[in-house]
């Protein structure tokens, strides 16, 4: 059985850097694009990075992008990572990481369209003001 869990989640302060981590069973996640979702209490889910497989390129939304979040991969531990810093309160949401099998939209480019479609149970982040 496939199966991704999120950790990391918690409460911060503004300005201040998590690290959220997503490991996985029963798949290695180099074989599979990874992308890092959200959703904030009232608002629509959105993509927030993508990692794709193989050549490991990455893509971030206009909301994080310029180097506050950064996304990336372990291949040993099979774990992605999602490195957030200079955190903001409009950065508090539940975050979940994805093997998608949608495409998800970045500038023009796309990431996602894997095989399998795997979602984790969410790790909720908290950024006070």
């Known amino acids: 059985q496939v199966q991704l869990v999120e950790s990391g989640g918690g409460l911060v302060q503004t300005g201040g850097s998590l690290r959220l981590s997503c490991t996985a069973s029963g798949v290695s996640l180099d074989n599979y694009s990874v992308t890092w979702f959200r959703q904030a209490p009232g608002k629509d889910r959105e993509a927030v990075s993508c990692?794709?497989?193989?050549?490991?390129?990455?893509?971030y939304t206009d909301r994080v992008s310029g180097g506050r979040f950064t996304i990336s991969r372990d291949n040993a531990k099979n774990t992605v990572y999602l490195q957030m810093s200079s955190l903001k309160p409009e950065d508090t949401a539940v975050y979940y990481c994805?093997?998608?099998?949608?495409?998800?939209?970045?500038?023009?480019?796309?990431?996602?369209?894997?095989?399998?479609?795997?979602w984790g149970q969410g790790t909720l982040v908290t950024v006070s003001s």
């Open positions: 994805v093997i998608d099998r949608s495409y998800t939209y970045y500038g023009g480019r796309i990431c996602g369209g894997n095989t399998l479609n795997v």
């Open positions: 990692i794709r497989r193989r050549d490991t390129l990455t893509y």
